[in-house]
């Protein structure tokens, strides 16, 4: 078993942190809370530059930092599960592979970002979201659609971007400690202030849980589960992590700010040939901006994704694995006239991968791009309406050209209402583990690509914001094992249909939170047409409810999921299920919390991934120490 060891930087953050608790001065008023924000928050994902959420012509959600707090969610994962449009599935309970579909697109058909800078495996296509700690994030913003047109390779299915923490007003202390079922024990620690001139942030944070026996074998033929059968101890899983994030103003028109953030775990599994791995997320970050004036915004992003696992069995060295992303953007915003607004620029991008046993036949290839968009709003006779126009042309360094469009349009009518269309491309570059991992690779791959339409309708009143979806996406050349040579080729076609729809109200002094999906994802080609793609439940809906009383606060949070399959020939099928979680909390003094959650209330036996085992019914226990502003 491991032992992991609290880092010195959470030792200093932490005694840091409870100096300025104790200089703090305590009142006697009763707790200002983080108000709910307007339902028309702004957000960058969606056109790579600030608008809200309602003139957004994309289907967005942006998930805050009150939210986070308030829903108790215990990882990103926790936090995202049966959002609109959300497919999540997990191996084995906390900190094991958590992978992710919207709208029913592959895994590594979603981008994520954090803070602008991509992030991922060059090797597998994924993201270890099972390892990115909530207690760094200011806010989430999710981007449902094809965004290749601004972003290139992998936003087929849309864009996930995560925001670290923006500290601002006087240095400031935070905390948080909880504990919980499976021996679950969690420490955050940070601070951070700034004004007009500069600003800075520090958080730390701990995370161990004995785990639960993440996989519960087939029996029967032997390896058919989790390629391991016998093995029912509990499969820990421990990370240390640390963001420094800090900005600073260069004259009047410019500022300059940066980031790194570091999450290291380790992990236990069931397996046959790696039962044990360490694994590390390194993000490192930079962008400039100048506002050169009123109608010119640049700004320039630089930075650097590591992601790397080293695997052992039985205490032996099995394999290393590591890919770095280096990623340089420079964008233009060009104020054309009001409400007007043309943005071009240009990417770059270098995935490299590093193996100590495993011979890649080539380790790294780059990526240039360039891109313009342009956004317009038009009043007219029947109402407002407004245009976007995207155009992206990439040029990769083994596939060559990529050119991809969006076209979107969107009118206001009556008393909050609006009509939104658009159509919109997408590509996915293969990755080096499908390209090149011997005896399993085919160098000979092409991209994926996609075409998606859609059309929505919502409406924006004093408290409550609508919008229904309907979406049909088509990819070519989907990448999937071809038994024929028995390798990856590009032998599929999927035809991904749905409809989505997301209620925010507050009601009677009730936050609620509404969000259902309805997946149609049909496999179009070989063998298996006709079927559903693996691991997309075709319904999924959430509804949450928050409401304060004075110092408490109640809130619960439903999420159900249809049934869906686990292979190609649908023949292992996943039942649907349905969990309820309950929360509480009490804030005593202006800045100390008492919060407490039950989670799957009724104790639901089910399984998003087959033979991977989930935790059942838990618990937790968390104090935390947010100070408001003076």
């Known amino acids: ?62 998930l805050d930092r009150a939210e986070i707090e ?85 936003a087929i299915g849309g864009v996930i971007q995560i925001f670290t923490r923006r500290d601002r007003g ?56 989790c390629f391991v059968d016998g093995q029912t101890d509990r499969d820990g899983y421990a990370r240390r992590a640390l963001s420094l994030r800090g900005g600073m103003a260069l004259g009047d028109h410019a500022e300059l700010d940066g980031q790194w953030l570091e999450a290291r775990g380790e992990n236990e599994y069931d397996g046959s040939f790696v039962d044990y791995s360490e694994v590390t997320q390194r993000v490192v970050g930079a962008r400039l901006r100048w506002r050169a004036s009123e109608r010119l915004e640049l700004q320039a992003t630089a930075g650097r994704n590591r992601d790397a696992s080293d695997n052992f069995i039985g205490g032996v060295a099995n ?62 006779r029947v109402g407002a309406q407004d245009l976007q126009l995207a155009l992206r042309r990439d040029d990769n360094s083994q596939f060559g050209g990529e050119t991809t469009g969006t076209a979107a349009w969107g009118m206001g009518f009556g008393d909050g209402w609006r009509v939104v269309a658009s159509y919109g491309t997408g590509f996915k570059a293969p990755t080096f583990n499908e390209l090149y991992f011997p005896f399993f690779g085919n160098a000979a791959l092409r991209p994926e690509s996609s075409r998606t339409i859609e059309a929505g309708l919502a409406w924006s009143g004093d408290r409550t914001r609508v919008r229904v979806d309907a979406f049909e996406t088509d990819v070519d050349d989907l990448i999937a094992f071809d038994v024929a040579i028995f390798l990856p080729n590009n032998i599929d076609r999927a035809r ?19 969000s259902a999906s309805w997946l149609d994802p049909e496999n179009r080609s070989g063998a298996y047409r006709g079927q559903d793609l693996p691991r997309r439940a075709r319904e999924t809906a959430r509804l949450s409810l928050d409401r304060a009383f004075g110092a408490w606060r109640v809130g619960a949070t439903w999420v159900g999921e249809g049934a869906r399959y686990d292979d190609l020939a649908n023949a292992r099928r996943l039942g649907g299920y349905a969990t309820l979680d309950l929360r509480g909390e009490y804030a005593f003094g202006s800045d100390w919390t008492l919060q407490a959650g039950v989670n799957n209330v009724f104790d639901r036996d089910y399984e998003t991934a087959a033979f991977y085992n989930q935790p059942g019914r838990t618990y937790q226990l968390r104090l935390r120490y947010a100070p408001t502003a003076r």
């Open 1 to 62: 078993m491991f032992k992991p060891r609290l880092p010195l930087t959470l030792a200093i953050a932490s005694v840091l942190s409870s100096s300025l608790c104790s200089l703090a001065s305590a009142q006697d008023a009763p707790r200002r809370e983080a108000e709910r924000d307007a339902l028309d928050r702004i957000l960058v994902t969606a056109t790579r530059t600030a608008i809200t959420t309602d003139a957004a012509l994309a289907p967005v959600e942006v």
């Open 496 to 514: 991904l249909r749905g409809a989505e729809l997301q209620i925010d109200s507050d009601i009677a002094e009730w936050d609620i939170a509404l």
């Open 70 to 154: 308030r829903s108790q969610a215990a990882s990103l994962a926790d936090l995202l599960r049966g959002r609109a449009g959300v497919n999540l599935s997990n191996q084995g309970g906390v900190g094991k592979l958590t992978t992710l579909s919207l709208r029913g697109a592959e895994s590594d058909h979603a981008l994520v970002l954090i803070d602008g800078i991509r992030i991922g495996s060059a090797t597998s296509g994924l993201v270890s979201f099972q390892d990115l700690p909530l207690e760094f994030v200011e806010r989430i913003e999710i981007v449902r659609g094809p965004r290749s047109s601004l972003y290139g390779s992998d």
């Open 319 to 380: 394999g290393d694995f590591a890919s770095d992303r280096d990623s340089v953007s420079v964008q233009a915003d060009i104020a054309l006239a009001e409400a007007h607004t043309l943005t071009f620029g240009a990417d770059w991008l270098r995935d490299r991968v590093e193996s100590g046993d495993t011979a890649y036949d080539r380790t790294s290839r780059r990526n240039i791009a360039a891109f313009a968009q342009y956004q317009g709003r038009f009043d007219t």
């Open 170 to 225: 006087p240095a400031q202390g935070r905390f948080a400690a909880a504990v919980g079922s499976h021996g679950r024990r969690d420490i955050g620690t940070g601070v951070g202030g700034g004004n007009e001139r500069g600003w800075y942030g520090l958080d730390a944070a701990y995370s161990r849980t004995d785990g639960i026996d993440a996989c519960r074998g087939a029996g029967f033929p032997i390896f058919a589960g």
